[in-house]
């Protein structure tokens, strides 16, 4: 188990620049796993797994062989079961840029029509000490070397991924 340096992380008023006012953007950050760079992703801190989508599974062109069996089931926020192809394993860099980390992460890879590409729920964020913050659109996490790795929401791809998945509720 590798050693994460303990620092505090805080949110400043600084990090409320380029910020526009909102009341329910949710955090949608960019990534890199699998060697490729996967935009929206969800910090979903109501989420007990890391889940990605089939269609993301598809489109990262990753081999059907490369997924375990998974024996459990996923049940939405309202109760509803969601289809669980396996899991797969991969290395997954989060970085702003100028510092990085790289986790190894479990997703659940699951058939279900998303705005997401990714959920990032509670045990990726507690793994790397990752502290999101609706307000600042931003999330904190200690890299291992110490320094704070600070990533931005995209607030455009947010609010289009909320409104998207809204149409896929009413929808169904």
Known sequence: MRITHDVDITFTKGDLR????????PIVISL???????????VDQGSSTDVMFWPTFER???????LRP?????????GDQVEVRRYIELRTTLTDGLASRIEKIRYL??????AYNILLGRPTLNR?????????????LPSMEGMIITICSDQNEAKKCYENSLKNKRSI
Do not use: E
């Open 18 to 25: 380029d910020i526009v006012p909102h009341d329910n953007d």
């Open 32 to 42: 890199v796993t699998a060697g490729r760079t996967v935009h929206r992703v969800l």
């Open 60 to 66: 990262l062109q990753l081999s059907p062989d490369q």
């Open 70 to 78: 998974y024996g459990g089931c996923l049940y939405g926020f309202v």
């Open 109 to 114: 890879v699951v058939n279900a029509p998303s």
């Open 128 to 140: 790397t000490g990752a502290v999101p913050s609706t307000r600042h659109m931003k999330v904190k």
